[in-house]
């Protein structure tokens, strides 16, 4: 009961704030034109960011994590699907990345209980819905977070990063990735540090290969 009325007091306050400062379409259109300009290829760490980082694209994913502007999620999926799907066709024939399974970085049971959405689940739909599952299948809520960390923006360095999250994934059926082709997606790299955990975690489980996604870093 108290968990729907603090999702109700979220949504009215949100409503609102979007009433007071409605989407700011330029700033979406920076955001195209910034993707357009980037020259977007697979580096030697089989790892791709589409965008250096910019207050624009970040401004767009914060208010999707912390005030349920789950539009954004939408906006970020096209953007994926757009651009992913020719690295995906590239991987394939140059890389032997047949059929990949897509992962999600997961927050914390407590996160989700107060944020009731994971941004990247969001996207990763959005994502599907546009005709991404015909490149990727969604394998959900395999890859868990079972240890609450403090944010990583608050940790002092790499050091403290990989600190910070050491231990704090798990996985729940390592067979049904096993032999398999993996995307690990998160919408920001910071240190890298979270993705390194996570993919530690993902290799201990005999998968082929892993394709390292993130929208910024």
């Keep these: 009961m108290i968990n729907k009325t603090k999702n109700s007091v979220r949504k009215l306050f949100t409503f609102l704030l979007n009433l007071i400062f409605p989407e700011n379409k330029i700033k979406k259109e920076k955001i195209l034109k910034e993707i357009n300009e ?39 999926g096209e953007i994926l699907y757009e651009n992913l799907i020719k690295i995906l066709e590239d991987a394939k024939n140059f890389h032997n ?25 969001l996207i990763i739909k959005s994502f ?38 050491k231990g704090s994934f798990s996985l729940k059926d390592p067979e049904k990735i096993k032999n398999q082709n993996i995307i690990l997606f998160d919408d920001i790299k910071t240190s890298g ?15 082929k290969k892993i394709l390292k996604i993130t929208l910024t870093s």
């Excluded at 599907?128 to 940790?155: A, V, W």
């Design 97 to 121: 990345f047949e059929n990949p399974k897509i992962i999600i970085v997961p927050i914390s049971k407590k996160r989700l209980r107060e944020r009731f959405y994971n941004q990247n689940d």
């Design 193 to 207: 540090a979270t993705l390194a955990e996570c993919e530690k975690i993902l290799k201990k489980a005999k998968i």
């Design 128 to 165: 599907l819905n546009l005709g991404g599952g015909k490149f990727c299948q969604y394998e959900k809520n395999n890859l868990i977070k079972i240890k609450e960390t403090i944010p990583q923006s608050k940790t002092k360095n790499r050091s403290e990063r990989l600190k910070n999250v």
């Design 38 to 76: 980037k020259n977007i290829f697979l580096n030697e760490k089989f790892e791709i960011s589409f965008f250096n980082y910019s207050e624009n694209i970040s401004k767009i994913i914060k208010d999707l994590k912390f005030y349920n502007k789950k539009d954004n999620a939408n906006f970020l």
